[in-house]
T-cell receptor, first 114, second 113 residues
């Protein structure tokens, strides 16, 4: 049972344009969501997060939007840069009292072309 | 954020053998976790490494196959026992200082032949 889903395995964007990565979840009890970026041969790097009580969080070029009614979140990268090319994972925390576990989506490979 | 290192970075092992992976953090952390990423798959939590007590395993993972130690607040080991080719994965440790965000080590790429 895949509770966190990233339905697009890959995305290609031109440099300078907007990248939009999507993530859907099934469990309405998730209370915190995170995005990670992963380069080959490296561990995932924390990028940005959002609490379930908010609908938007922004950090520089990165903005995460949360639509709780649709159980959907998205990561916007504006403007996209070639260095953003990586695999992006969304993750959800079911409940902090569950010991901090994270449930990850399958990942979306972003390619930003010059 | 904490600096996390893992040893070995990669290894090729024969089936039936065991490999112990080390995770070292440069500061004391509240919680440490072990994840597995099978080829083309997502990250899956194996267990939470508890300092001074037995690890807490997720459904589908058992202590006999993945024994874990955490002798102090900066170090943990994961052993992959009696390996088979299906155990070929990237194994990652992560830490948290009490918040939701987890910070990951570089991973150990294991190939079982």
């Amino acid at each position: 049972d895949q509770q966190v889903k990233q339905n697009s395995p890959s995305l290609s964007v031109q440099e300078g344009r907007i990248s939009i990565l999507n993530c859907d979840y099934t469990n309405s009890m998730f209370d915190y969501f995170l995005w990670y970026k992963k380069y080959p041969a490296e561990g995932p790097t924390f990028l940005i997060s959002i609490s379930s009580i908010k609908d938007k969080n922004e950090d520089g070029r990165f903005t995460v939007f949360l639509n709780k009614s649709a159980k959907h979140l998205s990561l916007h990268i504006v403007p996209s840069q070639p260095g953003d090319s990586a695999v992006y994972f969304c993750a959800a925390s079911p409940d902090y009292n569950q010991g901090g576990k994270l449930i990850f989506g399958q990942g979306t490979e972003l390619s930003v072309k010059p | 954020s904490a600096v996390i290192s893992q040893k070995p970075s990669r290894d090729i092992c024969q089936r039936g053998t065991s490999l112990t992976i080390q995770c070292q953090v440069d500061s004391q952390v509240t919680m440490m976790f072990w994840y597995r990423q099978q080829p083309g798959q997502s990250l899956t939590l194996i267990a939470t490494a508890n300092q001074g007590s037995e690890a807490t395993y997720e459904s589908g993972f058992v202590i006999d196959k993945f024994p874990i130690s955490r002798p102090n607040l900066t170090f943990s080991t994961l052993t992959v026992s009696n390996m088979s080719p299906e155990d070929s994965s990237i194994y990652l440790c992560s830490v948290t200082d009490g918040g939701y965000e987890q910070y990951f080590g570089p991973g150990t790429r294991l190939t079982v032949t």
